[in-house]
């Protein structure tokens, strides 16, 4: 186990995932956690990511001093780095100099533990303020840059270890191999960790939380549900009910998709429950995003709840309750609402935040420590169909929070047919594997004048959201060829009544999210 201490920005969880990367199992922990609590999960390593604060900062977080003296290898990036220099006497400075983004670092020990094997001058990723000026007793310095006389130190004996920039991003070309230098060097890992262990440990950990009892899970129609539904099902069996609740705010064709092609992978019994009229009435006259989220996340247990009431009546002759019930909650979902102390709740994730306190059911939630591109190789080795493990992930609440504005259900038909021809023209064009995901959105709220055939329209716009992303944490705009484009516009203003512009929204994540809600 490899503990890595988040200080407050999003780097801890690229961190964690170049960690696994590396076949080593990480999890993320708060900054808020003493030494003594870090210590007291016997990690083989703890990396510190970086932050925002600046250490001099009032109430700037710091782990305890105990941490560096306990021979626990340890590798500070960035803030992380800085905090280890000032806890052992080292000297961190404003310098005038702030260095963001590709920046060339000069090697001077290309034999030293974290540097073997990479060359004397290469680009790394920065992004601070301060720096350390003088390097604590004991620490060789191995590195430099034009605006910071120690970007990285080292002390094998203590086994402390630390950078100024981020090896953790793509930009810093030998990051990984840094990584894994200190992974398996300094702190003598071995990379062993594999999807195959992960089906094997969360198989044998369901039948031991569940022994004979009953549990029903929810599906999605999207990845995560449908794999932690394989995990339970490949671990007890009979005992488990999937319930699809069609919720009205799918996307074509994905009902007759869950109800056909999961069920063909994994034989599940299967219920799906029509829930459409219920949703549209809940969310009648609500345009709020947050209450969207709550309004969905809330209805959704309801209709769980009452499905249980069902199963239990017609396996009324077994009469056993069902106790459990299976999310696919992931790592992500975890951390960005607000599961880490220092990182703000962005949104309710809906199987998160969005749970009401009176749940009447024990959550299994077996991909709670995973990411995304984890839970897919999971998928595959539980031998789900390619359809299904490798679909655009999908955000619960559906589509409801792609309709800014009320939900009614001219409003979802509409954008139904907008999103499938988004989607037919993306795939027609051999483009899936470049997107992560692309929404499309409809602003219900906004109408702008258009002109089709002899006429005036007063229309609402499309817009396309195709990202590029590793994790859904960080994301950039896809640049989709403008032939593409042109394809998807024709189409949508001339196939779907009241849409009569579509826009492209060139926006990274950060500042705005991938969803518009
Ligand atoms: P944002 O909009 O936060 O989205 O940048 C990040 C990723 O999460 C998906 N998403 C959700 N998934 N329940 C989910 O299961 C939710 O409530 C939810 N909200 C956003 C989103 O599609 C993207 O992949």
Redo the contacts with the bound molecule.
């Keep these: 186990l490899v503990l890595v201490v988040d200080f407050g920005a999003q780097y801890a969880q690229l961190i964690a995932r170049r960690v696994r990367e590396a076949r080593v199992y990480s999890e993320i922990v708060p900054h808020t956690w003493t030494a003594e609590q870090i210590l007291e999960r016997k990690p083989a390593a703890v990396i510190l990511s970086g932050g925002p604060s600046s250490v001099y900062a009032e109430g700037a977080p710091n782990v305890g001093a105990e941490l560096f003296g306990s021979g626990v290898p340890t590798f500070g990036m960035c803030y992380g780095f800085q905090a280890m220099a000032r806890a052992l006497g080292g000297v961190v400075d404003h310098t005038n100099t702030r260095e963001y983004g590709r920046t060339a670092l000069a090697v001077s020990d290309t034999a030293s533990t974290l540097f073997e094997g990479s060359p004397a001058q290469q680009t790394v990723w920065m992004s601070h303020g301060d720096a350390v000026v003088a390097a604590p007793d004991g620490f060789k310095v191995t590195a430099s840059t034009a605006g910071t006389p120690v970007a990285a130190f080292e002390d094998d004996e203590r086994r402390l270890y630390g950078v100024q920039h981020h090896p953790e991003v793509l930009h810093s070309e030998f990051g990984q191999r840094m990584l894994e230098n200190f992974l398996y060097h300094a702190a003598g890992i071995k990379p062993e960790w594999t999807t195959e262990n992960v089906v094997e440990e969360q198989v044998a950990a369901i039948r031991e939380q569940v022994g004979g009892r009953r549990v029903i899970c929810g599906l999605s129609g999207?990845v995560?549900s449908a794999v932690a539904a394989a995990l339970v099902q490949r671990a007890v069996g009979d005992q488990l009910t999937c319930v699809f609740v069609d919720h009205g705010l799918l996307r074509k064709g994905e009902v007759e998709q869950v109800e056909r092609d999961f069920v063909a992978a994994t034989g599940v019994s299967l219920k799906t429950v029509d829930a459409r009229a219920r949703f549209l009435a809940a969310l009648e006259g609500v345009s709020d995003p947050e209450q969207k989220?709550k309004i969905i996340g809330r209805e959704f247990i309801r209709v769980f709840e009452q499905a249980e009431r069902e199963i239990l009546a017609e396996a009324a002759a077994e009469g056993e309750p069902v106790e459990f019930l299976v999310q696919g909650t992931l790592y992500p979902?975890v951390v960005?609402s607000g599961g880490g102390a220092g990182t703000a709740n962005?949104?309710s994730?809906?199987?998160v935040g969005g749970l009401p306190e009176d749940l009447q059911f024990k959550l299994i939630e077996p991909l709670r420590k995973l990411f995304k591109d984890e839970v897919r190789k999971v998928g595959a080795e539980l031998g789900l169909p390619r359809e299904i493990v490798q679909r655009q992930?999908?955000?619960?609440?559906g589509l409801g929070?792609r309709i800014v504005g009320e939900v009614t259900e001219e409003r979802l038909e509409l954008l139904r047919d907008a999103d499938a021809i988004a989607r037919e023209e993306l795939t027609a064009a051999g483009l899936d594997d470049e997107i992560w995901?692309c929404?499309v959105v409809l602003l219900a709220d906004v109408r702008s004048v258009g002109v089709q055939g002899d006429g005036r329209t007063y229309g609402h716009p499309i817009v396309l959201r195709p990202v590029s992303s590793e994790d859904?944490m960080t994301a950039d705009w896809t640049r989709l060829p403008y032939e593409v484009l042109a394809r998807i516009s024709t189409r949508i203003t001339n196939e779907v009544p009241g849409v009569n512009r579509v826009v492209l929204d060139a926006t990274s994540?950060p500042p705005a999210?991938?969803?518009w809600e």
Excluded: S
Aim: aromatic fraction near 4%; proline fraction near 17%; charged fraction near 30%.
């Design positions: 999207g995560d989220r979902d960005e962005i949104k994730h809906h199987n992930p999908f955000p619960g609440p929070i995901q929404p859904a994540k999210t991938i969803e």
